[in-house]
T-cell receptor
């Protein structure tokens, strides 16, 4: 079945550092890809998405490009802030109808001032 | 943000007791989902609904049942709680129409089974 693999965490960076969180996927078809973020004590929020190969999703300074050839959707940000500290989830969904999400295991990010 | 509430927000129960978690939405979204979140596993789908009285199983449905008698409410029942069902449970909703629409998540319910 479909699956998503994220880089192991936790990840700790200093403010203004460059961030990369790796995400690769396995899917039988042509999935849509998502990054969700979970701030402490809250539910998940959609951060960005891409629906077809070579699409770039972006939001709040974060970017990810849908790479079909490497089955990857890595999350990047050029200069992180303390407020970016959260857990980040990569996910995919396929097809029409219910569009169930398949999540990676999550990566906890901590940004130190 | 979609208006999604979950109740209770925290619950401690004993092994063998039935437990019902409630998800309530005010957005009239067609699709509703229950996930559980566990360390090292991300979120895994338990059950989902694609309309009133229309439900289906997800990846980890054993030991759980659901019901949806109204558009706004989606109930998750643990028929006889076990310690392996200690987890954080999230409800999500999604509107119909269009492709790859966003799922909106509730704040979660932390369940501890002793």
């Amino acid at each position: 079945g479909d699956s998503v693999t994220q880089m192991e965490g936790p990840v700790t960076l200093s403010e203004e550092a460059f961030l990369t969180i790796n995400c690769t996927y396995t899917a039988t078809g042509y999935p849509s890809l998502f990054w969700y973020v979970q701030y402490p004590g809250e539910g998940l929020q959609l951060l960005l998405k891409a629906t077809k190969a070579d699409d770039k999703g972006s939001n709040k300074g974060f970017e990810a490009t849908y790479r079909k050839e490497t089955t990857s959707f890595h999350l990047e940000k050029g200069s992180v802030q303390v407020s970016d500290s959260a857990v980040y989830f990569c996910a995919l969904s396929e097809g029409q109808g219910a569009q169930k999400l398949v999540f990676g295991q999550g990566t906890r990010l901590t940004i130190n001032p | 943000d979609a208006g999604i509430t979950q109740s209770p927000r925290h619950k401690v129960t004993e092994t063998g007791t039935p437990v019902t978690l409630r998800c309530h939405q005010t957005e009239n979204h067609r699709y509703m989902y229950w996930y559980r979140q566990d360390p090292g596993h991300g979120l895994r789908l338990i059950h989902y609904s694609y309309g009133v009285k229309d439900t289906d199983k997800g990846e980890v449905s054993d030991g759980y049942s659901v019901s949806r008698s109204k558009t706004e409410d989606f109930l998750l029942t643990l028929e006889s709680a076990t310690s392996s069902q200690t987890s954080v449970y999230f409800c999500a909703t999604r509107t119909s129409g269009g492709d790859y629409n966003e799922q909106f998540f509730g704040p979660g319910t932390r369940l501890t089974v002793l």
